[in-house]
């Protein structure tokens, strides 16, 4: 076991273990934000920078700062490591430049996006981000394509976070989209538009932190504030069947897989929640579904908006579940 | 004892003299105020031929912008109908469509849009909340009805004509537009 200091928490951890992992250990305020890092995919993050952290002392033996702000989700604990996320004014100051780099070639159009309210790029943006934008060039602009018969992919807004990508080569058997082109140019494809039809596809919606890949069957239905989300399971071959229904009076406008306060995929039964295509796209029907109980919402989040808690209900279950 | 706070104050029972048990000078007194407002200047507006000026930020009617190609800045995004303290406000939103590009500015647009006049409560939170400058309360008053089912306003009474545009540029001072 190491000890690793983060934000003056102190905290043993298992050797080998990333510092953003370390601090979800501790959990609340020290965690550093994540876009690209997914625990449940191995081999993402370390590309979109915003879990900078500062390390203050390196380890025990060689306690000499970083000289650079490190990526914590890539960066292993050291013995007497000494990390800085919140207290350090250098992480803020670069986070926001961080996110204003994501931001220049994504659009402001949350009013449109189906991912808005649940946005890991718009809470990062209200946090750090600035009220105008420096960049003055074009933005580029892609139209939006379809990618299989149920998935939209607007790639203006992708911020290459490479997580579909890793979803799709780590839960089918053959990928059939990936990232085109280098640099600024980059972006994610198929290699023939409509070539997605594995069963688990649907998945990587719920990775997208964006509104890049959304669901076609809820395009523009509702907004993620008027719906209900409800905890719900289902009998299904393919996937655990438990999943979140999102519900408009007594009707299923979209499925999802259960989600944790990171926006990453629960685990159900000792595996990763994903659920299949049948269950995400096809069961919009309440009767297939037994629904167990509303979801516990993050009462600062603007989906909980309307759906008054009474104040006898318990603190801590409101504010764990961030879905 | 002692009051605590020193504020205390002892109320005095005084025994009213001669001329204030006969009351004539203060009712006379009183006459003669009611007497001198007969000289005053008469502060009635003379409704309808007289109409009092409205102040630039009155909340009456709302009116759904257009841009200046004549699309509908309306997005659907709901926030309106989030900010909204009385749930006057609903609407279903549609996706645009090929050759639908000179309608509606952005991908999605409401293809209903209904505010409930009867449920508003004219606090104009719909206007501040909009990010797209599309609904503003104008200064027009919403006219009575006998029917109760007239009261809801659809698109058709909200979406200004290319024709008759409806001016709100007095009540932009703090959006981006009224800046410059």
Known sequence: ?323 | MESLSNRKQVVSKKEMTFMEKIYLPAILGGMWITFKHLFRKNNTTKYPEEVREFAPVYRGQHVLKRDEQGRENCTACGLCAVACPAEAITMVAEERVKGEEHLYREEKYASTYEINMLRCIFCGLCEEACPKEAIFLTDRIVPSNFERGEFIYGKDQLVETMEERIDITKRQHTGKRGKK
């Open chain 1, 1 to 323: 076991m190491v000890k690793v200091t983060i934000d003056d928490v102190q905290i043993e951890v298992e050797p080998g273990t990333s510092i953003l992992n370390a601090a979800r250990q501790i959990g609340g305020e020290v965690v550093p934000p994540a876009m690209c890092y997914y625990s449940k995919l191995p081999g993402t993050g370390g590309k979109c920078r915003t879990c900078l952290v500062e390390v203050a002392q390196g380890s025990e033996k060689d306690p000499r700062p970083m000289p650079k702000l490190v990526a914590s989700c890539s960066t292993p604990v050291m013995d007497g490591m000494v990390v800085k996320n919140k207290t350090s004014e250098r992480v803020h100051e670069n986070r926001g430049g961080v996110v204003e780099f994501l931001l220049i070639n994504h659009p402001l159009d949350c009013p449109i996006c189906d991912q808005a309210g649940e946005c890991h790029l718009q809470d990062l943006g209200y946090e750090h981000g600035a009220a105008g934008t420096r960049y003055e060039e074009e933005r580029r602009t892609f139209d939006p394509i379809d990618i299989g018969n149920k998935i939209k992919l607007h790639m203006n807004r992708c911020i290459l976070c490479y997580r579909c990508v890793h979803i799709a080569n780590q839960l089918t058997d053959k990928r059939v989209h990936g990232v085109l082109h280098r640099g600024e140019h980059a972006e994610i494809s198929t290699y023939i538009e409509n070539a997605i039809d594995n069963d688990f596809s649907g998945n990587m919606i719920d990775v997208c932190p964006v509104g890049a890949l959304t669901d076609k069957t809820f395009r523009f239905k509702s907004r993620v504030w008027f719906l209900k989300p409800m905890e719900a399971s289902c009998e299904c071959t393919k996937c655990s069947g438990k999943a979140v229904v999102w519900m408009f009076g007594n009707e299923i406008y979209r499925v999802t897989a259960r989600k944790d306060k990171y926006g990453e995929v629960e685990d159900q039964d000792g595996k990763t929640g994903w659920i299949c295509n049948d269950c995400r796209f096809d069961k919009k029907d309440v009767s297939k579904w037994n629904i167990e109980g509303p979801r516990k919402i993050n009462r600062h989040s603007v989906i909980s908006q309307g759906q008054y808690l009474s104040p006898r209900s318990n603190a801590k279950q409101i504010t764990d579940g961030n879905q």
